[in-house]
C-alpha cells in the first residue's frame, strides 16, 4: 500500500504533486473510497463534520479534488455485511481518503471490519489520511491524543509504519513544537511533528517528507 499521511489534507500544490505520483494517473481518472468513521469517535466531531467531510465542504481538501467517482466505506457498518460485498469495493477503489477524528475508535473499527487485515494485499492502493486518518498506520498515539478508549486500553494503533505522527503543528495554542517533544518523549521512538502544510509519502518502505510548512523529525 501507498501511503501519503497528512496533518490536513491535500492543503497545498506539493501535496497534491505528492498523491498524482503514487496514483500514478491524474486525479480526474481516479476512483476514490472515503471513511467518515473516526468522526464518530471524537468529542469536537460529529454527523455535521462527517457530512461535511464526505460532501467536500470540509475546508480540509479531500473528496472535493476532482475525483472520478467518490464512494463512502462506514467501516461500523461492515460487519454486518458480506466480504464477498464489501472487499471488492476496497479493491477496485485507487485510493482510500481517511478522515480525521479519533484514531484509537478508527483503529477499533479498522480490525472488527476486517479492513486492517486486508491492507497487505493493497498493493497498489493508495492511503490518504488526514490526522487521524494518518495517526492510525502509526504504531502509537500517545496518551496525548487518546480520547476515545478501546477496550483493550492503551494507545496502540495499526504499525503499519515505524514512526508516530504529532500533527496540526502550531494550529492550537497548545500543539507546540514544545509540545511535540514532551509527547515524544512517551512515545520513545522515531516520530515526526508536522504542520497542515505538511505531509509524509511512504512507499515501499521509503520515507519522504512533502512539506510547504514545519516538520521536525524526532529520532529514537
Known amino acids: 500500500m501507498r501511503l501519503l499521511l497528512t496533518s490536513a489534507g491535500v492543503s497545498n500544490p506539493s501535496i497534491r504533486d505528492a498523491l498524482v505520483d503514487l496514483l500514478g494517473k491524474p486525479i480526474a481518472d481516479s476512483n476514490a473510497?472515503?471513511?467518515?468513521?473516526?468522526?464518530?469517535?471524537?468529542?469536537?466531531?460529529?454527523?455535521?463534520?462527517?457530512?461535511?467531510?464526505?460532501?467536500?465542504?470540509?475546508?480540509?481538501?479531500?473528496?472535493d479534488l476532482g475525483w472520478k467517482s467518490v464512494g463512502v466505506l462506514e467501516l461500523t457498518?461492515?460487519?454486518?455485511?458480506?466480504?464477498?460485498?464489501?472487499?471488492?469495493w476496497v479493491r477496485e477503489a485507487d485510493v482510500l481518503l481517511v478522515a480525521g477524528g479519533d484514531a484509537m475508535y478508527l483503529c477499533h473499527w479498522m480490525?472488527?471490519?476486517?479492513?486492517?487485515?486486508?491492507?497487505?494485499?493493497l498493493r497498489d492502493t493508495v492511503w490518504v489520511g488526514l490526522s487521524a486518518g494518518s495517526m492510525v498506520m502509526t504504531p502509537r498515539i500517545g496518551d496525548y491524543f487518546?480520547?476515545?478508549?478501546?477496550?483493550?486500553?492503551?494507545?496502540?494503533?495499526?504499525?503499519v509504519v515505524d514512526f508516530s505522527i504529532f500533527p496540526h503543528l502550531g494550529?492550537?495554542?497548545?500543539?507546540?513544537m514544545a509540545a511535540a517533544e514532551k509527547w515524544v518523549a512517551e512515545i520513545a521512538g522515531p516520530a515526526y511533528a508536522i504542520d497542515d502544510q505538511t505531509a509524509i509519502k511512504v512507499v515501499d518502505?521509503?520515507?519522504?517528507?512533502v512539506s510547504e510548512g514545519q516538520w521536525k523529525l524526532f529520532s529514537s
Open 33 to 63: 473510497l472515503c471513511i467518515p468513521t473516526a468522526q464518530y469517535g471524537h468529542p469536537w466531531c460529529g454527523p455535521d463534520s462527517a457530512w461535511r467531510f464526505i460532501s467536500g465542504r470540509s475546508p480540509l481538501p479531500m473528496t
Open 111 to 121: 480490525r472488527e471490519s476486517g479492513l486492517a487485515d486486508l491492507l497487505p494485499s
Open 205 to 209: 518502505g521509503t520515507v519522504e517528507v
Open 146 to 159: 487518546v480520547e476515545w478508549t478501546s477496550p483493550d486500553g492503551g494507545d496502540s494503533t495499526l504499525g
Open 171 to 176: 494550529l492550537m495554542p497548545y500543539n507546540t
Open 77 to 88: 457498518a461492515l460487519p454486518s455485511i458480506s466480504e464477498e460485498r464489501w472487499v471488492p
